[in-house]
């Protein structure tokens, strides 16, 4: 049985405090914050850093292949807009070389950060004209930071490319499989994205299931910066 009281309990995305129990299963408890509507796992279910990182060890070489799909549709897009070499970033994920080549072989740069198995922050202190989050957002426990600082590594005008399942059916939840994973700890609705993009200024390209396509305005463009998250 679920209990829909609200709870006290902050947002790790919007820092709301209002956010309602959304779910209850043998594991973990989730919430659904009432302003970003983000779903979120219990902060004292997380698993500990060195179980997950080895579950992502294990999982290194699972959708390398949709990975590299997804990246080099991404590439298509943006030399549509633009035929100069790009700069771009891989965040969270890391490809494979095959990968990275084939990037390469289009004249453009990749990089590629992982705080577990490429973590290099000399690449958090530059920007990038396209940033590829593929399935990655599930996994920040507190996104804001994550959010706040792919922000930051945009140019004006860049592209942030997201691969993530959208949580569609709030009704459907409980037989949802993608939540069974406990390295999955954030949900995203569509509405999610509209606020964050709101937020901070951001356009919305597009978003459906798997893909969430964000523009960063180039110059006079950017009405309003991260720091309006941090007024809630
Ligand atoms: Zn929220």
């Not at 070489?61 to 807009?81: G, R, T, V, Y």
């Not at 600082?149 to 004006?156: F, T």
Request: aromatic residues 12%.
């Amino acid at each position: 049985m679920v209990n829909r009281s609200i709870t006290m309990r902050r947002c790790p995305l919007c820092h709301n405090q209002h956010s309602s129990v959304f779910h209850q299963d043998r594991k973990r408890n989730m919430y659904l914050c009432d302003r970003c509507q983000l779903v979120f796992s219990d902060a004292n279910s997380h698993l500990p850093p060195p179980v997950e990182k080895r579950r992502y060890q294990q999982q290194v070489a699972k959708n390398q292949k949709p990975l590299k799909q997804f990246l080099m549709s991404l590439i298509l897009q943006c030399e549509q807009q633009s035929t100069d070499p790009l700069i771009g970033l891989n965040f969270g994920r890391v490809a494979e070389p095959d990968t990275v080549l084939s990037v390469e072989s289009h004249r453009h740069t990749l990089y590629q950060y992982d705080p577990y198995f490429a973590a290099n922050h000399d690449l958090l202190k530059r920007q990038y004209d396209f940033i590829c989050c593929y399935r990655v957002f599930e996994h920040f426990r507190f996104p804001f930071k994550e959010w706040s600082l792919l922000g930051k590594l945009l140019k004006p005008g860049a592209w942030l490319a997201i691969s993530t399942k959208l949580l569609t059916e709030l009704s459907a939840f409980d037989r949802w499989h993608h939540k069974n994973n406990l390295t999955h700890v954030s949900f995203y609705q569509h509405s999610t994205f509209e606020f964050l993009a709101q937020q901070a200024g951001f356009k919305l390209l597009f978003a459906a299931n798997d893909l969430i396509l964000v523009q960063k305005p180039s110059g006079s463009d950017i009405k309003r910066d991260q720091s309006s998250l941090d007024d809630v």
